[in-house]
Structure formats: structure tokens, C-alpha cells
Antibody, heavy 119, light 107 residues
């Protein structure tokens, strides 16, 4: 069974940092491109970042302005999102998701991890 | 970046109705367009990929069409389980983008 399990979310003060993790199982993790997508409360989906199978290609949404860093460890079947200089508008459920390859859709999502940025 | 615009934002319909949701891209995305369904508190679920291909185990009442900059998702006969939010997403560019969503409500 395919599983993507996010962890590391919680309450953080503005300006603080948080690292999200996503543990994958049930599929060949190292063969999949991985994404982070977020959803603010009551709002739509916003793509955040993606990382290629060997970490050679990494992309971010322009709106993040260098505050977030995606990484992966294929030996641990995990993908990470380091979030720095957090703002109230970063409050959202953060989903990790997988994609088979170039010109393939995201086909499976984790259940999400809530990040709340508040003083 | 490619902007995706969905319409309508909210759609009220009844069981058995045929409904159509439109998604427009600010520039051509070819047919690299997916549709997702999301229910409250749940992760999105892939319904349609490559604009018109039905994901495995998705009911055949869902269909997609279009190419370039204009796409549609049609549900031929609404079922109670279909009342949810729907999102389009382009995957033509490395910077992915979603439409703002359409909430399908019971009339």
C-alpha cells in the first residue's frame, strides 16, 4: 500500500523555522519526483516546491522568495521541507505528494501536516 | 508563471444534474492538465490526467476535455459522493500551478 506520512508541523512564532518530513512507503521512492503543496485554511491548493529523483533539479514557487528548502534522502525514503523566516501567511496544511516522472501528474498525496504561524 | 483560472468558483446543483467546470490557462499548457477532487479534511484525489484520461477506478461519469488554454471537467450525472471541491493543475512547466478551485454544492 502506498503511504506518504507527513510530520513536523505545529505552532511556530513569526520569524521562526520548522522542518517538515515526509516518510514514503509502498512504492520505489527513489524513482519518483516529490512535491510539497500547501493549503491555507479555507483556501485553495498552492504548489510549493518539487525535487527530482536524484535531487539534481529543484524548483520553488516564486512567492517563497528563498525562505524554503526542499531535500530528500532516498536511503531513508524521505523528503523534507525546511521553512525559515515563517510568516502568518505560511499557515497551512502542507501535503507531500509524488509524481512518476516528467509530464506526469501528481498521483498520490499524503494526509498533510498543519503548520500554524502565530505569536 | 502560468496562471490557472477556474469558473465558476461555486456551483450549486442537484443529484442527477450534468455539470461542467472550466479551467483556463494564461498560456498554452498543451494537454498537460490534471483535475483533482478534494473533500473537507482530506487530501486531493486525482481524477483526470493529460486533460482527458480517466485515472484508474474513477467512475466514468467524470470526463475531461480541452487542450492549449481551455479545459473542462464534466460530471455527467451527479451523485451524492461528488459534492466536493475540484481543482485543475497544469504540469507543463516546472513551476506547477493550480486553479483556485470550484466548490460543488447541493442545491
Amino acid at each position: 500500500e502506498v503511504q506518504l506520512v507527513e510530520s513536523g508541523g505545529g505552532l511556530v512564532k513569526p520569524g521562526g523555522s520548522l522542518r517538515l518530513s515526509c516518510a514514503a512507503s509502498g512504492f520505489p521512492f527513489s524513482s519518483y519526483i516529490m512535491h510539497w503543496v500547501r493549503q491555507a485554511p479555507g483556501k485553495g491548493l498552492e504548489w510549493v516546491s518539487s525535487i527530482s529523483t536524484t535531487s539534481n533539479y529543484i524548483y520553488y514557487a516564486d512567492s517563497l522568495k528563498g525562505r524554503f528548502t526542499i531535500s530528500r534522502d532516498n536511503a531513508k525514503n524521505s523528503v523534507y521541507l525546511q521553512m525559515n523566516s515563517l510568516r502568518a501567511e505560511d499557515t497551512a496544511v502542507y501535503y507531500c505528494a509524488r509524481e512518476w516522472g516528467i509530464r506526469s501528474p501528481i498521483d498520490y498525496w499524503g494526509q498533510g501536516s498543519l503548520v500554524t504561524v502565530s505569536s | 508563471d502560468i496562471q490557472m483560472t477556474q469558473s465558476p468558483s461555486t456551483l450549486s446543483a442537484s443529484v442527477g444534474d450534468r455539470v461542467t467546470i472550466t479551467c483556463r490557462a494564461s498560456q498554452s499548457v498543451g494537454n498537460w492538465l490534471a483535475w483533482y477532487q478534494q473533500k473537507p479534511g482530506k487530501a486531493p484525489k486525482l481524477l483526470i490526467y493529460r486533460a482527458s484520461s480517466l485515472e484508474s477506478e474513477v467512475p466514468s461519469r467524470f470526463s475531461g476535455s480541452g487542450s492549449g488554454t481551455e479545459f473542462t471537467l464534466t460530471i455527467s450525472s451527479l451523485q451524492p459522493d461528488d459534492f466536493a471541491s475540484y481543482y485543475c493543475q497544469q504540469y507543463n512547466s516546472n513551476s506547477r500551478s493550480f486553479g483556485q478551485g470550484t466548490k460543488l454544492e447541493i442545491k
